[in-house]
Every structure is written in structure tokens, then in C-alpha cells.
């Protein structure tokens, strides 16, 4: 299951990009990172026309728009795996429907209970523009703060004039499923609300118990032409099956 959510969270970054409208020029993105299990390091993602590139010390994606493959690398293991838009469909189909059976089995439970299980009731959800500005790497950004309760915070200094679509967000919102979706779903449309691209994002969520922190900074914005092979796997990587193919 932990090796299928780090897929996950893989395959909706790589979505969120899959959104972007056609570069002018080629982008590559630096950005640091780190979280609340001690993890941290450096993130470079290449943009290009029509592939993308996420690349950091332990893992990388890679996807080429034309063909529709999506490609997850694991350095410490040398190995990767395939897979396609239609086996991850299914793939989330059938969570889907695991959590809707879950929902089921858990109606008649009191309410107390329920709550506990599925993390408690859906808060409502803030979203406040702070005072000021600062330049993070060369873009002129705005603070903003989206809050749902106590269950989930996060600060993000953003770049107007570094726009995504919105249409981005809903790929990182299609990653929680059944009452997940409920409720940091709401998180992600408050999101589109606000214009422009977060260039640092300082993330706190309790959930069920459990803490999950993050920060994730944009220290440098690169614009030129990126050699092919940077969308290549590294010669020598075992293939292994995708365990989003159906058994």
C-alpha cells in the first residue's frame, strides 16, 4: 500500500502538470523540500512541450504527453515501471468503489465513531490574502493562507504572474478517495480561487491522529532548451511490472 501511495502522489503531480498549455520555451524548476518524517532534499522538474520530467534524490517521473506513458523511477532499487492513463483509471474505479462499500459498512455506526474512523466532520474552509510581498526566485509573490479547522494548513507565498490553469488542482484533489475526498477536496477548490502559482508552500495536516508536514520552496526558474535525454531512464534500470496493471 505504501509503495501504491507514493505512486499515487507520483501520477497526481505529474496530472497537475499534464494540465499545463504548451511552453513557449522550456522551463526547468529547482525547488527544496522537506517533511515532518525527516525526509528533505532538492526537486527539479523539466518542463518541455510535450514531456515532463520530476526529478529528486530517491525517485523521479517522467511523462511524455504525446504518448500518454507514464514512467516512475526508484533510485536506490535501479528500477522503474509503465504505465498508462487507462490502467490508472481503473485503477481508481476500483478504490473508488472500496471506499464506497467501506461508506456503506459504516452508516450505521454512531456517530462519534464514524467520525473517528473517517477522521471527523467535514470543517469549513478559509481563505485569506496577507499584507505585503517578497521576491522568491526573481517572482514578485503574495501571501495567502487557506485553513479547513484544525485538521489542515497551508501558507503559500504565490506568483501571479506565474499562472497554472486551475483545472491543475483537481488532479491533486483526485488523489484522496471516499471520505478523504469529502474533505481536502474542499481544500483544492478554495485553490483555484486564488491566481497564480504557490513558489512556497508550508503545509501542516492532522488527520485521524496523524501529522503530515511539509515545506517545498521554488529556488530557481530556468528557461532554455532541455536536452532530450533528460527524459530517458538511466541505461542499465531493471523494468518491472506496473502495480496498476490488472492481475
Not at 481503473?90 to 473508488?96: S, V
Request: include cysteine; proline fraction near 5%.
Amino acid at each position: 500500500m505504501r509503495s501504491f501511495y507514493r505512486a499515487a502522489m507520483a501520477t497526481a503531480s505529474l496530472a497537475l502538470l499534464a494540465g499545463l498549455p504548451l511552453l513557449a520555451e522550456d522551463l526547468t524548476i529547482v525547488a527544496k523540500y522537506s517533511t515532518s518524517k525527516g525526509t528533505s532534499g532538492i526537486s527539479t522538474t523539466y518542463l518541455a512541450t510535450d514531456k515532463v520530467r520530476i526529478a529528486s534524490p530517491e525517485q523521479d517521473t517522467i511523462m511524455d504527453l504525446k504518448a500518454g506513458r507514464y514512467v516512475f523511477v526508484d533510485h536506490k532499487k535501479k528500477e522503474y515501471w509503465e504505465t498508462t492513463a487507462a490502467e490508472m483509471e481503473a485503477m481508481a474505479k476500483q478504490l473508488e468503489a472500496q471506499m464506497s462499500q467501506m461508506a456503506e459498512q459504516m452508516k450505521n455506526m454512531p456517530a462519534a465513531i464514524r467520525d473517528k474512523l473517517s477522521g471527523g466532520p467535514i470543517q469549513p474552509v478559509t481563505v485569506q490574502k496577507g499584507a505585503g510581498s517578497k521576491v522568491i526566485a526573481g517572482y514578485t509573490c503574495e501571501p495567502y493562507t487557506v485553513s479547513m479547522g484544525d485538521t489542515m494548513k497551508v501558507e503559500m507565498w504565490v506568483a501571479p504572474d506565474f499562472a497554472f490553469p486551475p483545472q491543475s488542482l483537481d488532479a491533486r484533489k483526485a488523489l484522496y478517495q471516499g471520505p478523504l475526498a469529502q474533505k481536502l477536496g474542499k481544500v483544492f477548490d478554495e485553490m483555484k480561487k486564488i491566481k497564480g502559482y504557490p513558489l512556497l508552500e508550508v503545509t501542516n495536516m492532522r488527520l485521524m491522529g496523524i501529522a503530515a508536514d511539509s515545506t517545498r520552496e521554488v529556488t530557481e526558474v530556468r528557461k532554455g532548451a532541455i536536452p532530450a535525454a533528460t527524459f530517458e531512464v538511466v541505461a542499465g534500470y531493471k523494468k518491472k511490472d506496473s502495480p496498476f496493471k490488472a492481475r
